[in-house]
């Protein structure tokens, strides 16, 4: 088990748990990072902030976004689950790498982040030595894609690939973009921000645009796809919502609401993550 912790103030902590004993998680590991001086957003990035950990293909290593460094830290993982920090890759300055995923394609695997501080995906070419993956940047790019912007106070959220590694999806939170019928039944409209999905080339690993479509509500913190491709699940954290769209698996593009629940209560008290148990 590998979380990471994102909310120290003054360090931030990756740290991995035993798992043997489900009713008592022991800790296994930990290292804590500090930087020297603030990066090139000083209010968000006074320290390391770990957002995530990605177990690559290979099962060999984990890739550990760091939005307060800049930076993709690199873990290589032993037989016995313990692991040793080898070198970091540099993230695009002043982005904010926040969460990670990969997408193999034939014989070629590339590693993309969404970024919070700039709301931009960057993406890379992934390639392994006797030290371990290699990642070289192919494209940075909007989460709305290619040339587009977003507005003030939008955050970048989380990212996706698709099960058959053809597509990348990502959320933003207070973009607040798109306007979509109530819940409740009446109809009202309510803001929705936007979950943004790019069709993958295989050979250059390059995106293009395939929808900007609703997620449902206010600030999707989290999302997942089925085993299919054919559901999306949307966590809208500001508006106590879960929703589920269909989603064609061929052009990639979401369809209507199959399923929505309400989670929580109280102005940012809903669901931060949603996941399908198949």
């Known amino acids: 088990m590998f979380p ?12 991995t748990f035993s798992v043997k004993d489900l009713k008592s998680l022991g800790l296994a590991q930990n290292v804590t990072y500090t930087l020297a001086a603030p990066g090139p957003i000083p ?28 930076l993709i830290r690199v873990f290589k993982i032993s037989p016995d689950l313990s692991w040793t920090a080898t070198t970091p890759a540099k993230a695009v300055s002043g982005s904010g790498p926040r969460h990670g995923a990969f997408a193999v394609l034939g014989k070629k695997t590339f590693f993309y982040t969404v970024n919070e501080l700039d709301n931009s995906i960057t993406g890379y070419t992934v390639s392994y030595a006797s030290s371990g993956p290699s990642l070289t940047q192919i494209l940075h790019i909007s989460t709305n894609g290619p040339g587009a912007s977003v507005p003030a106070g939008t955050k ?38 936007p979950i943004v999905s790019f069709a993958i080339d295989g050979s250059t690993g390059a995106l293009s645009l395939a929808q900007i479509a609703s997620a449902g509500g206010r600030n999707p913190r989290g999302f997942s796809l089925n085993k299919a491709g054919d559901l999306v699940a949307s966590a809208l954290q500001d508006d106590n919502r879960v929703v ?22 109280g102005e940012g008290n809903g669901p931060n993550y949603v996941v399908f148990n198949e």
């Open 43 to 70: 209010d968000r990035q006074e320290a390391p902030h770990l957002h995530d950990a990605i177990l690559d293909p290979t099962s060999a290593f984990l890739l550990v976004p760091d939005l307060g460094a800049d």
């Open 4 to 15: 990471t912790d994102t909310h120290c103030s003054d360090t931030s902590t990756f740290s």
């Open 156 to 193: 970048a959220a989380e990212i996706q690939v698709s099960p058959d590694q053809r597509f990348v999806l990502v959320t933003s939170r207070g973009q607040n973009s798109l306007s979509i019928p109530a819940f409740d039944g009446s109809s009202a409209s309510i803001p929705s921000d």
């Open 244 to 265: 589920v769209y269909k989603r064609d698996v061929k052009t990639g593009k979401l369809g209507a609401v199959v399923a929505s629940a309400t989670v929580g209560a």
